[in-house]
């Protein structure tokens, strides 16, 4: 049974950083791409980033220059390093995976940025 389990996230000031991970078990996450969404009060969710199986990256251009997506095949982990935070990151960061046209989330972790 696939699950996405988030973890990492938390209040911080702006100009802060934080890292978000997420684990997978179920699946061989090195074999898909894998994503983080983030969803903010009263918004849609939209896409932060996106890593291929060959390690290509793709990145909203909001966070281009300031997060970094990445995987540990080892640990079936993948990252979002998220730097010079800002306080329009706020939302809930999940990570997502899109297996045989099936698509599946996370829980979700609450990432706060103080201004």
């Known amino acids: 049974q696939v699950h996405l389990v988030e973890s990492g996230g938390g209040l911080v000031q702006a100009g802060g950083s934080l890292r978000l991970s997420c684990t997978a078990s179920?699946?061989?996450?090195?074999?898909?791409?894998m994503a983080w969404y983030r969803q903010a009060s009263g918004n849609e969710r939209e896409l932060v980033a996106l890593?291929?199986?060959?390690?290509?990256?793709n990145y909203a251009a909001s966070v281009k220059g300031r997060f970094t997506i990445s995987r540990e095949n080892a640990a079936n982990t993948v990252y979002l390093q998220m730097n010079d935070l800002k306080p329009e990151d706020t939302a809930v960061y999940y990570c997502?995976?899109?297996?045989?046209?099936?698509?599946?989330w996370g829980q979700g972790t609450q990432v706060t940025v103080s201004s």
């Open positions: 179920g699946f061989d996450l090195s074999r898909y791409a």
């Open positions: 997502n995976s899109m297996i045989n046209n099936n698509d599946y």
């Open positions: 890593i291929s199986s060959g390690g290509g990256t």
